[in-house]
């Protein structure tokens, strides 16, 4: 699988490089007054004590800072404090190098709405022109891609737009695969076996993300352009593979591409996600964004524009998706349960990751800088999990009927979510590795029977725009859970981490403002340092320069036990609310896949005439 591998790969972007003593940033206008570095002679000497290279020019011009100052606006870039613009555009630019805040933030969502979004057309564009053909040309988009990210013409905003631009063009390719790949599977294999075959497709799917994870993690500590150059090779392959080997098998609608529904639908869910991304953001005195009249009103126009979308489709002669088919308990049911598994299954891979790099891992002596790798290796028992269930649930399906299984995944995963609040946050790693590989083990036993349903419940000739619906589901689920799952941690942390930090930093001689400003921070900053891998103590203190003041003990804040121990209670009061939600999703998955078909292929044209 194409697209899991590089997403597994891009994982480890996230992770910066630092802003070392002899690095120079250049800044502008903006940057330099959100930073504070911009005044009378005084503030210019203070500031080139501090690591500035260069004066500071106090008619608003461009500076360049190093050492101090930079680490400093790194740390506030991350936090969200730094609307950090250079002096020649308005984009928001790392401050060391091309990747940081924009590939971690903008990318990634980018990619996630852009596929979510055009799934249903190319499905669509399947049904009428040919899913095989859509697919091998989405292989070549992906290939393109993968070759110009491979390289890099440009520095610092260039670079980023740059490499911006063209993992947008490969999400691009990434939906042509994914809208075509189910319903290809559908074509080629009559209903008795249509479970065994999306099983290990979806083995397939998850193989490749576990190695991107795996191969990128060695990568990134060699340079970061490798984690690109590996997708030159698996796209060439994967395009030669695809024109030689796949012959069209499906049935083919004549009809025009529905442009009203299309834009309807693009505008509604990309506004939708972009709403609900944002609201994880701080507003105002508030920890998260819910209360923004900009998030607000994304999700409000995002959900008119998809009513609209709606009433389209059940006017126009050749819709994009026919919304009927939602009649239907196996197709209409069958995407609600796999919505809320989406979500579930990816709020705990971010809380997971969370776990282990900012409380579990360092407890047990791995650096900050270390830990992305380590989480992903550690969380090994959720691939393995999944690997195993899927292609036998799967199988199974194919003789038992879908509902037993899809109903018994989705119980088994609650029942996780809950033993996973019952351990301690320092828990016993054997512990651990048995319930998320239970948690993995109830995502594959539900996943391909769930699939197999879906894609069985519709007609042949929608095989295309139903694939691409299941996928859009997924993908949606996917940019919900960051927005649903992280808000609901920094609203359980808010209420019991500004205390835990008050009383720590004070022990440890950190004086009175700098811990009231600290403690009242947003919690999402602490969140994501531990996410991107960097020692989150260090992070907020740095730029109050708090760490190099008489009588802190520097060594104990920025050691490897003072944040995660400090963390420790208020971060499992955030997982009891994060895990109680997603237990409960996992409970409304499992009502929805009561409503499934007991067998599926029997619906009129739902099996191949062959």
Known sequence: DPVGAVDGLLLHLRVPPRVEQEDVVRLGQGQAEAAGLEGDEEDVRLARAEGVDGALPVDGGPVEVGGAQARRLQVLAHAGEVAGELAEDERPVPLDGQLAEV???????????????????????????GRVR???????????????????????????????????????GGAMLMASSSAILTDAFPANQRGMALGTNMVAAVAGS???????????????KAVFWVGVPIGILGTIWSYRSLKELGVRTAGRLDWAGTLTFGLGLTVLLIGITYGIQPYGGSTTGWTSPWVLGSIAVGLLLLVAFCLVELKVSSPMVDIRLFKSAAFGMGNLAGLMSSVGRGGLQFMLIIWLQGIWLPLHGYSFESTPLWAGIYLLPVTVGFLVAAPIAGSLSDRVGARPLTVGGMLLMAATFVALLLIPVNFDYWVFAILVFLNGLGGGIFTAPNTAAIMSSVPADQRGAASGVRSTFFNAGNSLSIGIFFSLMIVGLANTLPSALTSGLTQQGVSASVTHDVANLPPVGSLFAAFLGYNPMAELLAPYDALHQPGVNADVITGQTFFPQLITEPFHSGLTVVFTAAAVMMVIGAVASMFSAGRYGTEAGADNQA
């Open 134 to 172: 859509i697919y091998n040309l989405g292989f070549v988009v992906f290939t393109v891609a993968a070759i110009a990210l491979s390289f890099d013409p440009f520095q610092l905003g260039g670079g980023a737009v740059w490499l911006i631009g063209w993992r947008v063009i490969q999400g691009v």
């Open 103 to 129: 590939l971690d933030e903008h990318v990634e969502l980018g990619r996630d709405a852009l596929t979510a979004v055009l799934v249903v057309p190319f499905g669509r564009l399947g049904d009428m022109y």
């Open 210 to 224: 576990f190695l991107g994870l795996l191969i990128g993690g060695f990568l990134s500590e060699w340079h970061w």
